[in-house]
DNA sequence: TAGTTCATGTAATGAGTTACATGATTAT
DNA sequence: ATAATCATGTAACTCATTACATGAACTA
């Protein structure tokens, strides 16, 4: 079974809001999807290329004068096709592979100090995630719509509510966490009190 | 940056408790941190090879009469210095990338019934992770090494509370990936309302 | 004038997964 | 008899990251 290159999905996702170019593709993932799924350009470009070449996208050069020229990307009915495929279909699941956690399996090697500063650390991560998915969230809620173009306001009206799932997700994900953070330290100290007991 | 290979820490962090062979290295990394780290043997088998050019392991071949031979791996001083100073750095962590999310984000594509059957289907399989976690965390408290050998007794019980953080972890991460999905079905339930009336 | 943003790409690298290949032994 | 487990490995692949390369325009 061949894993399937999800960029592809990503960037139709995208060209199925509106055309773009590969430059746009990165800047408005990072600042959509950017909280649990990210993109390089190393890997958008060579991507568009071969979608067109599939015919599942079209390009348009755009001259801006002395401007670097833009090459717009829209999606074709097939590339539309392909991306409702995948978007019914069933997700794969990313699979846990945390070096935190394999480096606390392996705790007793080292000083409890040490341990608590990876955990502190990771609290400290936690909290940033949070603090910067909060005002996403505020800006989802208070935002309707106000800046769009008008023929677009329907699309991203329809689209808040699942935007927000994916915060919430991200909201949920660091505040567990960082709870757990917070429980492990407390039970490290309880390792500490007893050996030196 | 280049990105180190972790599946050596996680080798050498196996062959740290005792001599091994790649299968078993992988039989106990199932049992211990597959929870939340996975090895494959096209993996492990290389880079055994590998740390043994590199002096980190040292192997020996035991013929078991008729049965095929194992070949016993061995941590070398200087491995367990290189693992050391691993376990004694700051862990890189993993980033997030999760396609239900992106599929969720542009959930506003396709029927709300199929983003019900992928959110039924997550927890589902978080319960069912959950509940391999609690039969783990269950045995790791009930179990004070009482079946192993005499001179291991030391280090496996001191090994015991950071195993059962990992569990913990894993425990919260599912628990509150199935929270945020039942929080998303009943959101998706009102969505559906406000589009009937 | 120096740094950031706009805008495109290629090349190198590596880390990890999957499939393939082999063959004996043990349990059902 | 057949399936699972013990036991080792190679080859292909591909996905994604990072570094490299270029150059104009805008901003502080």
Known sequence: ??????????ILGMLNYQPMSGYDIKKISDHSIGHFWNENYGNIYPVLKRMMREGLVTMDIQQG????????????????????????????????????????FFGQWISP???????HNESAFCSAMIKNLQQIKAHLEEDHGKNLPEQSVGTFAAGRPYWKMTVEFG???????????????????????GEKR
């Open 1 to 10: 079974m061949a894993r399937t290159n999800k960029t592809q999905y990503a």
């Open 65 to 104: 004068g002395s401007a670097p020229p833009r090459k717009v990307y829209t999606i074709t009915a097939k590339g539309r096709q392909f991306f409702l495929d995948w978007l019914a279909g069933s997700p794969e699941r990313q699979i846990l592979r945390e070096e935190l956690l394999l480096q606390l």
């Open 113 to 119: 100090n040490i341990i608590e500063d990876k955990l």
């Open 171 to 193: 909201l949920r994900y660091y505040q567990g966490i960082r709870e757990w953070c917070d429980a492990s330290l407390h039970e490290l100290s309880q390792i500490d009190k």
